[in-house]
């Protein structure tokens, strides 16, 4: 406690006098002068870091010549809205071709039409609810400063919906095709294309891959993981060395080359190594499109299934998952495949594959071994087409379903685009980029863009 502290100290000893009138009045002014908030707030927020820069730049006389030039930003155009009163508007409208035809008819026939004059501004009436409002005839000139007014701007449109903007405008203004013309303003405004999520189902229609004719024709590969801990028996890293090393011990040399191998843009398969080894085999090396794992489905489908199987049959602590690799692999090629309608292992080897639980099958004796090879090459033609038939089948029900409700715009050379942000970092982050210019068509649903502004 206080009282019980008897250590005389220096502050406590010293003899404090009275204060003088000028330290007084020093005091006070000490007092009224402003502090900066720099020095009071531990947290300095960036509108108050601007506010400061503010109020430390130099005052510049509104005489001076160097003016700043102020340019047309697209996703500012706030600025840029151009505020008309009523002479003005009737100035535009006695300048407007249509709006003078129907000055014409409202002096020939005053009481057929739906227009009439007030104060020289032509109006028309429509009807909303149970009563007839006047609004004002807006002419050509003049539509793109509504639209800008009602949509553009945060407190009349705050770049609302289409729906919205029209019901907004059209109790207040009127001009043919009101409807198109917001529709159109608003699908191409800069900042609803960049900010706003498309509610609507991707672009394009699919475009199945032509089934192979043959097995073995081709071949997708994929990483999944890391799955912890790494072991030997499957793969410790996904490097190239380790995709080249799998490729040729455990496909190639059990099975042979494969005509052309399908992967990923991932750096394991788009290295030299794994590419120089491709050329030595005679494999054409193809692959996907960046960030579209779709069209790899067959390889990523397999994973998903792998994984789910794999979770459910090692143990509690996940830690023996390349002991079941393998087993997991063999039920897989000896089951009956969902799209082929033959297994795997039916395919290759032209026969049932004999299981560990099986009952004991009889062996036949085949004393002309020739017929035996022709007959086992006729039932692996037959299952070829088969497995080809059922694939097209399949994919034409996919086709079906993907294409349902969705639309297949085409787009042009030259034409300008915005592409989606992947990796979103924050809440209210631009959705899009752009926009880009198209510079080549790949094929029916890939496009080659290139940015406008690094042309120079």
Same mark, same amino acid.
């Given at each position: 406690?206080g009282n019980?502290n008897?250590?005389?100290d220096?502050?406590s000893?010293y003899?404090v ?5 000028d330290e007084i009045?020093?005091?006070s002014?000490?007092i009224? $002068?402003?502090i ?7 947290? $300095?927020?960036r509108?108050m ?5 503010q109020?430390l730049?130099?005052n510049?006389?509104a ?5 700043p030039v102020? $340019? ?16 003005q508007l ?8 249509s709006? !003078? ?17 007030n104060n ?5 009436n429509?009807?909303?609810?149970n009563?007839?409002?006047a609004?004002?005839?807006?002419? !050509? ?10 949509? /553009?701007?945060?407190?009349?449109g705050?770049?609302l ?7 907004k405008?059209?109790?207040r203004?009127y001009?043919?095709?009101m409807?198109?013309d917001?529709?159109q303003h608003?699908k ?5 294309n960049i ?7 991707p ?7 032509d089934?192979?004719v ?5 071949l ?13 028996s499957?793969?410790r ?9 799998v490729?040729?011990?455990h496909v190639?040399? !059990?099975?042979?080359?494969p005509?052309?191998i399908?992967?990923?843009?991932s750096t394991h398969?788009?290295a030299?190594?794994f590419?120089?080894?491709?050329s030595l ?7 996907? $499109?960046?960030?579209n ?6 390889c990523e ?7 789910d ?5 090692c ?9 079941q690799?393998?087993?997991?692999t ?10 082929t309608?033959l ?5 290759i080897y032209?026969?049932?594959c004999?299981?560990?639980f099986d009952l004991?099958q ?5 004393t002309e071994p020739?017929?035996y090879?022709?007959?086992? /090459? ?6 070829k087409q088969i497995a080809?038939?059922n694939i097209?089948i399949?994919q034409?029900?996919s086709?079906?379903?993907y ?5 297949n ?6 034409d300008?685009v915005?592409v989606k942000?992947?990796?979103?970092n ?6 899009y980029n752009?926009?880009y ?12 863009l290139?940015?406008?502004n690094?042309?120079?």
């Amino acid at each position: 406690k206080g009282n019980k502290n008897c250590v005389a100290d220096c502050l406590s000893r010293y003899p404090v006098g009275e204060p003088f009138d000028d330290e007084i009045e020093q005091r006070s002014i000490a007092i009224q $002068t402003e502090i900066q908030p720099s020095i009071v707030n531990t947290i $300095t927020t960036r509108a108050m870091k601007q506010q400061q820069q503010q109020l430390l730049e130099p005052n510049v006389p509104a005489s001076t010549t160097h003016q700043p030039v102020r $340019t047309f930003d697209p996703l500012n155009v706030v600025n840029h809205i151009t505020v008309f009163t009523n002479e003005q508007l009737k100035h535009h409208q006695q300048e407007d071709n249509s709006i !003078k035809k129907i000055i014409e008819n409202i002096e020939k026939t005053p009481l057929k039409i739906e227009y009439y004059l007030n104060n020289g501004i032509v109006c028309r009436n429509v009807k909303r609810i149970n009563r007839i409002i006047a609004v004002p005839v807006i002419p !050509k000139t003049k539509i793109k400063d509504v639209l800008l007014a009602y949509h /553009n701007s945060p407190m009349n449109g705050a770049h609302l919906g289409i729906d919205r903007t029209y019901y907004k405008i059209r109790d207040r203004f009127y001009w043919p095709r009101m409807y198109y013309d917001i529709a159109q303003h608003i699908k191409s405004c800069p900042n609803c294309n960049i900010n706003k999520y498309s509610r609507k189902k991707p672009n394009g229609y699919l475009n199945p891959v032509d089934p192979p004719v043959g097995v073995w024709e081709n071949l997708s590969m994929d990483f999944v993981g890391p799955i912890t801990p790494p072991s030997a028996s499957a793969t410790r890293d996904n490097s190239a060395l380790t995709a080249a090393t799998v490729l040729v011990e455990h496909v190639i040399l !059990k099975h042979g080359a494969p005509n052309q191998i399908l992967t990923d843009n991932s750096t394991h398969f788009t290295a030299e190594l794994f590419n120089a080894i491709m050329s030595l085999c005679g494999v054409c090396h193809i692959f996907t $499109t960046p960030y579209n794992p779709k069209s790899n489905g067959v390889c990523e489908r397999f994973n998903a299934s792998m994984c789910d199987v794999l979770s459910a049959t090692c143990n509690t602590k996940r830690n023996d998952w390349d002991k079941q690799l393998s087993k997991i692999t063999f039920a897989y090629n000896s089951s009956r495949h969902v799209t082929t309608k033959l297994t795997p292992f039916e395919l290759i080897y032209g026969r049932l594959c004999e299981l560990p639980f099986d009952l004991p099958q009889r062996t036949t004796t085949v004393t002309e071994p020739h017929l035996y090879v022709k007959q086992l /090459n006729e039932y692996l033609q037959m299952a070829k087409q088969i497995a080809r038939s059922n694939i097209k089948i399949s994919q034409e029900k996919s086709k079906q379903r993907y294409d349902a409700n969705r639309m297949n715009e085409t787009y042009i050379i030259g034409d300008f685009v915005y592409v989606k942000r992947l990796g979103l970092n924050y809440k209210l982050a631009s959705k899009y980029n752009g926009p880009y210019q198209i510079i080549q068509q790949l094929n029916e649903s890939i496009y080659r863009l290139q940015n406008p502004n690094e042309l120079n």
